[in-house]
């Protein structure tokens, strides 16, 4: 395991982990649970960047796939329950 320098993707990875705290202050207090799906995929977006990072984007590729499907998931039904409504 070698870390990488890419500043971009330091950059990345921090504003998702704002953004991750951002959408549960939101959620405990306005109890939507819309905001907090959208942290929890910028939670997961965070935790790719940090693999990248890491430089193990090669050895957890499917591992990576899975978690970024995922986020996208979870935003998708979150903006989908706002249409809802």
Not at 10 to 18: E, F, H, K, P, R
Not at 52 to 79: C, D, E, H, P
């Amino acid at each position: 395991m070698q870390y990488v320098y890419v500043p971009i993707n330091w950059v990345n990875a921090i504003l998702c982990v704002i953004i991750f705290f951002l959408g549960y202050i939101s959620y405990k207090r306005t109890k939507k649970t819309a905001m907090l799906l959208v942290g929890t995929a910028f939670a997961f977006f965070a935790i790719s960047h940090f693999i990248s990072l890491l430089n193990l984007q090669a050895t957890l590729a499917n591992f990576l796939a899975v978690l970024r499907i995922s986020a996208y998931l979870l935003v998708m039904i979150a903006v989908g329950k706002d249409l809802i409504k």
